[in-house]
């Protein structure tokens, strides 16, 4: 499983009911294909850096340039597999202007892990995560 946060930026005009429907089909997505989604934020209606053209005009108002959208934030664990169907549903909603995937990293993953032997941080989890082991054991059997 890989950590993945999607970055999604959907025209200010959407409605709530729109919106949510849109996250519950990409969390019944990753949960389907026995992914976790851990958090979905609303970080609310921003202005863009710059001007976004949409792939089409706007139904409601006829308008194809924005200037500020609505910004949603999802972390979720899944394949590949399931990260490249989410991508194709939100391809094919006309509500989203941009998205991206990123894969999140923790500060672990900035450790190098090529010789475990010489890092000391690597050794340090490693005898900390045996010490827990040994103590559920010890507590187990007795």
């Known amino acids: 499983m890989?950590?993945?946060?999607?970055?999604?930026s959907t025209k200010h005009s959407t409605h709530f009911q729109a919106l949510s429907a849109m996250m519950k089909q990409i969390s019944h997505k990753v949960v389907e294909n026995g992914g976790i989604v851990r958090s979905i934020q609303n970080h609310g209606i921003r202005q863009f850096p710059?001007?976004?053209?949409?792939?089409?005009?706007?139904?409601?108002?006829?308008?194809?340039?924005?200037e500020k959208g609505r910004y949603?934030?999802?972390?979720?664990d899944s394949n590949p597999t399931t990260r490249?169907?989410?991508?194709?549903?939100?391809?094919?909603?006309?509500?989203?202007?941009?998205?991206?995937?990123?894969?999140?990293?923790?500060?672990?993953?900035?450790?190098?892990?090529?010789?475990?032997?010489?890092?000391?941080?690597?050794?340090q989890v490693l005898n900390m995560d045996q010490g827990t082991m040994a103590s559920k054991l010890e507590s187990g059997s007795s």
């Open 84 to 123: 490249a169907q989410v991508d194709r549903i939100l391809s094919m909603n006309d509500q989203v202007l941009r998205k991206t995937h990123l894969k999140a990293r923790s500060k672990l993953d900035w450790i190098n892990t090529k010789r475990m032997d010489k890092n000391p941080y690597v050794q």
């Open 2 to 8: 890989v950590f993945y946060e999607l970055v999604l």
């Open 72 to 76: 949603i934030s999802i972390y979720y």
């Open 50 to 66: 710059h001007r976004v053209q949409a792939k089409n005009p706007d139904l409601i108002t006829g308008q194809r340039y924005f």
